[in-house]
């Protein structure tokens, strides 16, 4: 479907829209990859698909990171601590997360941030997906025997 149809006339600010791309295109993405998942057979000549799908994952990953790291003036925020406290442990005695504690100029930029930040991170599960128990690496003999009998039947 692309992403322009619904974006065409809703951008008031481009660093968002860019962020709102990243979410469309992510989104197909991960739909295509679960039907591919679904419905293709673990055969040589389906690696090719594979391949493809994860470097399209790859390629928008890319494209969100290099956002990420030149963000407008007024996207960027500031670190302002970090935690490593956790109260025995217990992280919902904590006052914030552990880590990195960051400010925003306000919500409505962390929450178009931190869309992108999320896009990535299903962007990885889509290419961990993909890879796992051999599914884009040499198949065993045994899986090439299957996939050769069920396409012989075809």
Same mark, same amino acid.
């Given at each position: 479907?692309?992403?322009?149809?619904?974006?065409?006339?809703?951008?008031?600010?481009?660093?968002?829209?860019?962020?709102?791309?990243?979410?469309?295109?992510?989104?197909?993405?991960?739909?295509?990859?679960?039907?591919?998942?679904?419905?293709?057979?673990?055969?040589?000549?389906?690696?090719?698909?594979?391949?493809?799908?994860?470097?399209?994952?790859?390629?928008?990953?890319?494209?969100?990171?290099?956002?990420?790291?030149?963000?407008?003036?007024?996207?960027?925020?500031?670190?302002?601590?970090?935690?490593?406290?956790?109260?025995?442990?217990?992280?919902?005695?904590?006052?914030?997360?552990?880590?990195?504690?960051?400010?925003?100029?306000?919500?409505?930029? $962390? @929450? +178009?941030? !931190? *869309?992108? =930040?999320?896009?990535?991170?299903?962007? $990885? @599960? +889509?290419? !961990? *997906?993909? =890879?796992?128990?051999?599914?884009?690496?040499?198949?065993?003999?045994?899986?090439?025997?299957?996939?050769?009998?069920?396409?012989?039947?075809?």
């Amino acid at each position: 479907m692309g992403v322009e149809w619904w974006l065409s006339d809703a951008v008031k600010d481009e660093a968002a829209a860019i962020s709102q791309r990243f979410a469309i295109k992510t989104a197909e993405l991960r739909a295509e990859a679960t039907r591919l998942m679904s419905t293709m057979a673990r055969c040589p000549e389906n690696i090719d698909i594979m391949l493809d799908m994860i470097r399209r994952a790859q390629t928008v990953d890319q494209e969100a990171m290099n956002w990420l790291q030149n963000l407008p003036e007024h996207f960027k925020f500031k670190t302002v601590a970090w935690e490593d406290h956790v109260p025995n442990g217990d992280y919902e005695k904590a006052e914030v997360f552990p880590g990195r504690v960051d400010i925003y100029q306000d919500f409505w930029i $962390a @929450s +178009v941030l !931190n *869309m992108a =930040r999320v896009c990535r991170l299903i962007l $990885a @599960s +889509v290419i !961990n *997906m993909l =890879r796992p128990r051999g599914r884009v690496s040499t198949p065993s003999p045994t899986l090439l025997h299957r996939c050769l009998i069920s396409s012989a039947g075809t």
